[in-house]
């Protein structure tokens, strides 16, 4: 009975988590990117959420359904990087006038600038890897439980940029097409987060929470992006290609190597090529 308490308590929250993002969105223009990336963050916020639900009623998990669903989130994110982001930031550099070299010369340049930034708070953030441990400065001087929280952070900080910078563009069927792909990656994810913290001894329901708590991160990341881009429509391509940089930096620097660390490659792999197809077919159907 208690943990049904809990469960109803959680979803209270949830609830009144969701009115206020309502409440912001009643608040902006009908019409806007700023408007849409804000609902397209919050449906990934909810989705992040809604995978912790299995960690608050004591579910559990195989270690080779762990790594399988963290190979499906990394197929998911390559996907999104190559149809959603990069593939839209070449045709936006054509359109401003680039040829076919300058404009794969700007979008490399992005990827690359997106990689370094991620990179920049890789090492300056305090934070501690599910696989290497702590890293960063003063970590520590952090509790664990903190050096996690900006390890997720720093995972789902390009995500929600990405849906930003997507829907800031002239294309929001490719915008919405992306959103639902990071979301569907994001239940899993979240539910992985959540494992991951139990993994090391934290209770459920401070893993659940911190992470709900990790995914508020990808809609104020994605009014950012959006708005960001606003400024100037010349800023689309790199922005597109500066998201799809930074997830690809995720893509290898955590996620591929957490899935084949306790030796079911095959299975990480599999799931990778699923989340993949799954992606690619939603950029193309909802094209």
């Not at 993002?21 to 700023?34: F, K, M, R, Y």
């Not at 790594?67 to 936006?92: N, Q």
């Not at 002239?170 to 990656?185: M, N, R």
Request: proline content about 5%; aromatic content about 6%.
């Amino acid at each position: 009975m208690r943990r049904w308490r809990r469960c109803l308590g959680a979803s209270i929250v949830l609830l009144g988590g969701l009115l206020v993002v309502l409440d912001a969105l009643v608040t902006l223009p009908e019409q806007g990117p700023i408007r849409s990336a804000l609902s397209g963050g919050a449906v990934a916020a909810l989705a992040t959420a809604l995978g912790t639900l299995p960690v608050l009623l004591s579910y559990r998990f195989s270690q080779r359904t762990y790594d399988a669903m963290l190979g499906f989130g990394a197929g998911v994110m390559l996907a999104a990087s190559s149809f959603s982001l990069i593939v839209p930031a070449l045709a936006a550099a054509r359109s401003q006038g680039h040829s076919s070299w300058s404009a794969g010369a700007v979008v490399g340049a992005g990827l690359i600038a997106g990689a370094l930034l991620v990179l920049a708070l890789d090492r300056a953030v305090p934070h501690e890897h599910f696989v290497k441990g702590p890293e960063g400065r003063e970590s520590k001087a952090l509790k664990r439980i903190w050096l996690f929280v900006f390890a997720i952070i720093l995972h789902n900080l390009p995500e929600g940029l990405a849906i930003g910078v997507a829907f800031a563009g002239s294309d929001p069927v490719g915008a919405t097409a992306l959103t639902t792909g990071i979301s569907i990656q994001d239940v899993p994810e979240g539910l992985v987060v959540a494992l991951a913290l139990r993994g090391v001894g934290h209770g459920r329901w401070q893993a659940a929470g911190v992470g709900i708590l990790s995914g508020l991160v990808e809609p104020v990341a994605a009014v950012a992006g959006a708005a960001i881009v606003g400024v100037s429509p010349a800023v689309l391509p790199w922005g597109l290609a500066m998201a799809a940089g930074a997830m690809l930096f995720v893509i290898s620097h955590e996620i591929i190597p957490e899935s084949h660390r306790q030796g079911h490659e095959t299975l990480a792999t599999c799931g990778l090529m699923l989340g993949f197809v799954t992606m690619m077919l939603l950029d193309t159907a909802l094209d």
